[in-house]
């Protein structure tokens, strides 16, 4: 039996915005999903592998925002890493504007941020890669808005070690890929990202993730979208 296509009433795939996209690895995610994604970042990504638009996010989508069918958000993450903080580095901290855009278009809406952003983050949901079958753990963290909600999966044990932060991957070993690291290629054999750079592997949301979240966001605009194949 056909499985049913879930389109729009205009007859395009569900369309996605894709804020502050870096290099694509939660987009790529969503397109496998089943989204029609649009990407928007402040600086030029050539390596994006979607539809992309040069501009301010949270001007972008206060503007265009009500344009699409789900919103994903990654305010930049360095004001809230431990290796800015050391560097004594500063960094705008958007996660707040950003929350505040997202409650104004009124659209089902997921923002993304890193560990040490969790205080800030209103009840959210976190995705390790090993609970997505990654030979990583890469913890990200998600705040839901507009009606849409994640269920918090079951964590696995982290029963393989994992390599020093930036440092070479030995044998039996996690990488963290953060950082300067080594091991470009295997990172994006691992992260499933082959077209990106290190740049991009070191703050990436692999696809596996994005994946995940749009299939359950699918399910949510299906009542809406979904006609017969």
């Not at 030995?170 to 290629?185: A, D, E, K, R, T």
């Amino acid at each position: 039996m056909t499985q049913p296509t879930l389109i729009r009433r205009d007859g395009r795939r569900p369309r996605l915005l894709d804020l502050f996209c870096c290099q694509g690895g939660a987009a790529k995610g969503y397109a496998d999903a089943g989204f029609d994604v649009t990407g928007v970042d402040k600086d030029p990504q050539p390596r994006y592998p979607f539809r992309f638009v040069q501009a301010d996010a949270i001007a972008f989508v206060l503007e265009h925002g009500a344009q699409f069918d789900f919103i994903h958000g990654s305010p930049p993450c360095q004001h809230d890493t431990d290796c800015q903080r050391i560097r004594g580095n500063d960094h705008p901290d958007l996660i707040g504007p950003t929350r505040t855009a997202l409650e104004t278009v009124r659209r089902p809406w997921v923002m993304e941020n890193v560990g040490g952003a969790v205080a800030k983050l209103h009840e959210p949901v976190m995705l390790c890669g090993i609970m997505l079958g990654l030979r990583v753990y890469r913890h990200r963290f998600f705040e839901t808005g507009g009606g849409f909600a994640l269920t918090q999966p079951d964590h696995p044990a982290h029963t393989v070690p994992q390599a020093k932060m930036g440092r070479p991957v030995p044998p039996g070993h996690f990488g963290q890929y953060v950082g300067n690291f080594s091991g470009v290629q295997q990172a994006r054999h691992i992260l499933e990202v082959p077209w990106m750079n290190r740049d991009g592997i070191r703050e990436c949301i692999p696809p596996a993730y994005g994946e995940h979240i749009g299939r359950v966001a699918l399910a949510h605009l299906r009542p809406v979208l979904e006609v017969a194949a």
